[in-house]
């Protein structure tokens, strides 16, 4: 849960470097004052600046610096150095977690992480022995199919299926841990609240059925894995259910699980960058205080991010926030 917490702000942009390298060109190289109403040159000092002219300047350099550091990302340092959010699938598979994740009432993510050794409890020795005996082929493959590697998938669920899982919880808190009483309210909490045997018997019943569900040993709410198509794959288009007591994986090696954290959507994040350091600008006419703005929108979408994940971690897992890191 707490490598999760994690994953949920990391970034594959810099936001602090594009900021730095936006007010060292912008500044420190004087490229701003192209920006003045003087046609075809640099503006004197003093000449009042054109608000479209620093605009298109400023998210021309944001956009040259964001995609820049995410193609280095993409090309160089998630291939040959370490790329966390994979690196997260595979921790998954050597813990023997799996990690379900709706995003919508009928859809969302299959991370897939039974692990494929006989014992996941154990100390380094044996662990380091089990993923030799993995490097050399000697244990089955990670993948939800016997004969496939892909750990990743698209869900997309029945109506039953949803009803089962809510259900199960209704009536109950949806907090983790107990709620404090008056008394505890106003006091400093101390240790950890415990939850509910009630709430934790429906979670064990929750795990009981999602495991049963996806091995999919249940006769009544079925699984079908299926390859994504092509046509599918280019512009998005869910296939399509032919049963409704059928629920369909659709394998994800792509990774399209990412979009649920914010290193998923980092273009939306850089045009939110671009438009706020437009305004900001615009507002004040000073670089300085446009890119410390900006700055700090940064820090507030990130840090609702955080707030907003781990409670919603702790509401769904049922463990108490101060747990989550």
Same mark, same amino acid.
């Given at each position: ?31 701003? *004052?192209? /920006?003045?109403?003087?046609? =075809?040159?640099?503006?004197?000092? +003093?000449?009042? !600046?054109?608000?479209?002219? #620093?605009? @298109? ?106 009803? *089962?899982? /809510?259900?199960?919880?209704? =009536?109950?808190?949806?907090?983790? +841990?107990?709620? !404090?009483?008056?008394?505890? #309210?106003? @006091? ?138």
């Amino acid at each position: 849960a707490n490598e999760w917490t994690r994953l949920q702000t990391a970034r594959k942009i810099s936001i602090e470097l594009s900021l730095f390298f936006l007010l060292f060109v912008m500044q420190g190289l004087d490229v701003e *004052s192209y /920006a003045t109403r003087v046609p =075809g040159g640099r503006g004197d000092q +003093g000449t009042p !600046p054109d608000l479209l002219l #620093r605009f @298109a300047l400023s998210t021309f350099l944001l956009l040259i610096l964001g995609v820049g550091q995410w193609s280095i990302r993409w090309a160089i340092w998630d291939r040959f150095v370490q790329d966390k959010i994979w690196q997260f699938v595979d921790l998954l598979a050597v813990a023997n977690v799996s990690c379900f994740v709706l995003v919508e009432p009928l859809f969302g993510y299959y991370l897939h992480g039974r692990s494929v050794h006989p014992h996941a409890d154990t100390d380094m020795l044996q662990l380091n022995l089990q993923l030799k005996r993995e490097e050399e082929g000697l244990c089955s493959r990670r993948g939800l199919k016997p004969d496939s590697d892909v750990q990743t998938f698209e869900v997309f669920v029945t109506d039953r299926v949803r009803r *089962s899982m /809510a259900e199960a919880f209704a =009536g109950f808190p949806t907090r983790g +841990g107990a709620q !404090p009483n008056k008394r505890q #309210r106003g @006091a400093r909490r101390r240790g950890f609240r415990s939850s509910p045997e009630k709430v934790l018997e429906a979670q064990r019943k929750v795990n009981a059925y999602l495991s049963d569900f996806i091995g999919g040993t249940l006769e009544k709410d079925k699984r079908e894995i299926v390859e994504k198509q092509y046509f599918h794959r280019l512009i998005g288009l869910p296939p399509e259910m032919y049963s409704e007591s059928t629920s369909l994986f659709v394998e994800d090696a792509a990774g399209n699980f990412q979009t649920v954290l914010l290193a998923g959507i980092e273009f939306d994040l850089l045009v939110l960058h671009c438009v706020g350091y437009g305004i900001f600008d615009a507002a004040f006419v000073n670089t300085n205080v446009a890119v410390f703005a900006t700055y700090v929108l940064d820090l507030i979408v990130r840090f609702t991010r955080h707030m907003l994940g781990v409670r919603n971690i702790s509401r769904k897992t049922l463990m108490d926030e101060r747990f989550i890191m």
